[in-house]
Nanobody, 118 residues
Framework: QVQLVESGVVQSGGSLRLSCAAS????????MHWFRQAPGNQRELVAS???????NYADSVKGRFTISRDNVENTVYLQMNSLKPEDTAVYYC??????????????WGHGTQVTVSS
């Protein structure tokens, strides 16, 4: 069984660093992603860290957010700088993972609330 668990740390200067650690019967993690969903809105893709090392960002966060991953610890991070009230949402991590059962599936964390006051 594979699990994804999100956590966050507030940093000085109004920044936040989200972490998502994958654990369980993992053989390989391919692409990893951060999504977010604000009340009344659709869930949107924020950033991706692909298996080939490339990264992608939504236009709304380019220049402010940075996605990175630690393949030894099976963890993906989202460094969030210059936070705005419109960044307020529940943030979800997800990953495409090959398990020891020889199945490749898309897994989701349960989400973590990020609230940015004006």
């Amino acid at each position: 069984q594979v699990q994804l668990v999100e956590s966050g740390v507030v940093q000085s200067g109004g920044s936040l660093r989200l972490s998502c650690a994958a654990s369980g019967s993992i053989v390989h993690i391919f692409d990893m992603h951060w999504f977010r969903q604000a009340p009344g809105n659709q869930r949107e893709l924020v950033a991706s860290a692909m298996n080939d090392g490339s990264t992608n960002y939504a236009d709304s966060v380019k220049g402010r957010f940075t996605i990175s991953r630690d393949n030894v610890e099976n963890t993906v991070y989202l460094q969030m700088n210059s936070l705005k009230p419109e960044d307020t949402a529940v943030y979800y991590c997800s990953a495409r993972i090959l398990s020891t059962k020889s199945n490749t599936d898309h897994y989701w964390g349960h989400g973590t609330q990020v609230t940015v006051s004006s």
